[in-house]
């Protein structure tokens, strides 16, 4: 009994023992351990609200503000209140030093000026004098601002002649971002998507031949980055801005018809489809896009939903609810199949059938803890290709009759596929990594590249690969757009970019190929080009922060960090309690089965 014991007291002291080092965080090679406060530290502490960065994403030599609100429920002053910035602890100010408020909130603010890309960790930290509090410190430190080596003030949409090797003409969009572009087969018509616009040109000349203008746009910046695609003839155009879906007839910029999500739960659409032999069909890929439903812990529910429609009417055919925003979506050629793939929690790969919305393939989860980002169906919707973020293979290829991949390909390094091309022929399969700038072009009968390219220190974000497979195109942070040629690996072609290439297309006849310029695909990762120091000889101030936490009033609105970490402190409760349980079931279990065991023993002989 007491060997039980003292294992069970092991077991617990194991368990705590990790939940303590849950505040180490790995990134950039580097290793952040920050020890917990400690029960007694936070007893009758302040509290810490609000913690952020502003802005949260730009260029360097631009003053970022680090700000916090510090609130004590008896209007005591604080004793400090301090950043934890890349390993030092800094006194923070008062951004009003007359505010003497402590039971509404008080902002702090920190200003900093970085002269390099990397990545800045940071957390906040009060103390009343009697007990201590921190924000933005969940399991390890906040990272940020996003730094990039451009503030994405020249974003273009860019032409170019395969047959000429030459840009044939630029569009800028200023610091509007580009959201798609999408050329017809005979490549006369290119569409385009950008924040707050979507634009129709005749390849023949730069002038669009329309614009739409939407009434609410993207958020420059954001994640969702909306969608266009054109259908074979380019008569039609079907794109995504924020919450909004539309068709086009390529004669009018009135559109056909308008799909709204608002009244939902929603946070827009990361892309769209159409059927191109003859534009009948259409899909959006949505996050957040769905109705809420109450779950079975009575808590409301918001699904991500994806959204098939015929060309006649807005009300769609059909919706596909899950958990896990829909990141891609591809059509067959007549819209009889339908491909897509979803981000976390959900994480797989799927194939519909337009007649339903019960998948025909719904795989297993792809990835352990990332998003499925691509996904590519080919022309008669017999294959279908995926990309993923994952270190069990990053390039996926499924039949329509298998839940399981035909094969998968596991990158080096296990970089994140986010760039994919797929021939309709189902033949040839493209793939860029976001890290590590490798090419690949697979055939479809095996996972092993036919042949492959790597572009150093390059980000990749952006491909497309030819109808017949003889080149593909990609581009990234080093602003070009890269062709390689598939039969002849030594030949490739670079055509300079004002920013970076997030969206390729290649005609069908493979004679043009369209870009578009953004930021949207490399958002959430620091890039880091060597680190080098740059002299600020002018320090760029950004456009005065909107607040969305008013002090001294009541706002109910609840800041996403607080959000955070109410959800990890709740996930961390949950998993000790759950390993806790455990623990306690089974030495329940061990106790009884060993008492029977000591009665069989000792029970005397029939």
Known sequence: MRKIITIFFILCILLLTILSLAETKIDTGEIIQIPQLTPEETKDAPILDNGKVYPFWGPVCMRYTYSVIYKDEKGRAPEYVKIYFNGEMIDMEKENPADNKYKQGVKYIYKFVPNKIGANFYYFEASNGIGKARNSIIDSPANGPVLFSSDFSKNEIV???????????????????????????????????????????????????????????????????????????????????????????????????????????????????????????????????????????????????????????????????????????????????????????????????????????????????????????????????????????????????????????????????????????????????????????????SNQPVNSWNIKNVSLGALDIADDGSYIAVGGTDNKVHIFERNNPSQNAEFDLNEFAGEIDISADGKYIAAGTSGSVYFFETIVDNAIEIECIEIIEPKPEKETFILNNNVTEEPQVGKSEKQSSLLLTVIFSSVFSVLIIGLIAYLIISKRKSKTINKPPL
């Open 159 to 445: 032409l170019i002649s395969k047959e000429k090797s030459e840009v044939i003409w630029r569009y800028q969009t200023g610091k509007e971002w580009i959201g798609g572009v999408s050329l017809s087969d005979d490549g006369k018509y290119l569409a385009a998507q950008s924040s707050y616009h979507i634009y129709l040109f005749d390849t023949n000349g730069s002038d669009p031949l329309w614009i739409y203008e939407a009434s609410t746009g993207l958020e420059i910046g954001g994640d969702v980055k909306g969608g266009i695609d054109i259908s074979a003839d380019g008569e039609k155009i079907f794109a995504a801005i924020g919450s909004q879906a539309l068709l086009f007839n390529k004669d009018s910029n009135n559109p056909v018809w308008e799909y709204s999500a608002e009244g939902q739960v929603t946070g827009g659409a990361y892309n769209v489809a159409i059927s191109s032999s003859d534009g009948e069909y259409m899909a959006s890929a949505m996050a957040g896009g769905g109705e809420s439903s109450i779950s079975q812990e009575g808590q409301s529910q918001a699904y991500d939903v994806l959204i098939l429609w015929k060309a006649g009417s807005k009300e769609p055919l059909w919706k596909y609810q899950t958990i896990g925003n829909f990141h891609d979506v591809s059509l067959s050629d007549d819209g009889s199949y339908i491909a897509t793939a979803t981000g976390c929690p959900d994480r797989r790969a799927y194939i519909f059938s337009r007649d339903s919305n019960e998948p025909l393939v719904r795989s297993e989860m792809l990835t352990r803890d990332s998003p499925v980002d691509e996904s590519i169906i080919s022309a008669d919707g017999s294959f279908a290709v995926f990309g993923s973020e994952s270190s069990d293979g990053a390039v996926f290829l499924f039949s329509i009759d298998s839940k399981e991949p035909v094969w998968k390909f596991t990158t080096p390094d296990n970089a994140s596929v986010r760039a994919l091309g797929f021939t309709p022929d189902s033949m040839y399969i493209g793939a860029a990594t976001m890290f590590g700038g490798n090419v690949y072009i697979f055939s479809k009968d």
